[in-house]
């Protein structure tokens, strides 16, 4: 097990293009979630899925992000027509939900700049 | 969501115990009470988390208080790799259990350790 993994670990685009983020998570768990986080603020949700479902979306995720898991493995998470305050560190976590309390398991997040 | 409060800072010297408080005086009687860390340049980690009674594992202690308003992470012998910034987080379960997992990261504690 090698852990949840991200990838990329760094991107710099320009504004107005268009990037798109993986996350691999532990294989077996059934829930993975999307979190945006700067600097010197806490992580912030932005959606997580069950299986290939997204359960919920924060409302912080506007309509140029786009995330999906089409098999309920892997997860990618699209960002449409860049903008500067879209530079964050974007971080994924998964987790094996089986009714009750569990753990986060968190990558180490894609750094995104924004110019 | 309910909502936790911590100290901005605390500091520890190296081999010393450190106790790390939260305050959650909405708690509800169904919300968990999770501790994750963040070390520079990485993502979260989990580090432990309980409801009512108190709990122990490798890296921690959490101590909850009788009314569940409170509750302390305790570091036995803080070394210099506890460096990191600590998050108390309430999660709690809504009609099919959804929002667990789902974390609400506050700003947490900034936990400085002197050699």
């Known amino acids: 097990d090698t852990g949840v993994s991200q990838d990329p670990r760094h991107k710099i685009t320009k504004r107005g293009q268009n990037v798109t983020f993986r996350c691999d998570p532990i294989s077996e768990h059934n829930r993975l979630y999307w979190y945006r986080q700067t600097l010197g603020q806490g992580p912030e949700f932005l959606t997580y899925f069950q299986n290939e479902a997204q359960l919920e979306k924060s409302r912080l995720l506007s309509d140029r992000f786009s995330a999906e898991r089409p098999k309920g493995s892997f997860s990618t998470l699209e960002i449409q027509r860049t903008e500067q305050g879209d530079s964050a560190m974007y971080l994924c976590?998964?987790?094996?939900?089986?009714?009750?309390?569990?753990?986060?398991?968190f990558g180490q997040g894609t750094r995104l700049t924004v110019v | 969501d309910a909502k936790t409060t911590q100290p901005n800072s605390m500091e520890s010297n190296e081999e010393e115990p450190v106790h790390l408080p939260c305050n959650h005086s909405t708690i509800s009687g169904t919300d968990y009470i999770h501790w994750y860390r963040q070390l520079p340049s990485q993502g979260p980690e989990y580090v432990i988390h309980g409801l009512t009674s108190n709990v122990n594992n490798r890296m921690a202690s959490l101590a909850i208080a009788e009314d569940r308003k409170s509750s302390t992470l305790i570091l036995h012998r803080a070394t210099l790799r506890d460096a990191a910034v600590y998050y108390c987080?309430?999660?709690?379960?809504?009609?099919?259990?959804?929002?667990?997992?789902?974390?609400?990261f506050g700003q947490g504690t900034i936990l400085t350790v002197h050699p």
């Open positions: 976590a998964s987790s094996l939900y089986k009714g009750g309390n569990t753990e986060a398991f």
């Open positions: 987080i309430l999660t709690g379960s809504n009609a099919g259990g959804t929002s667990y997992g789902k974390l609400t």
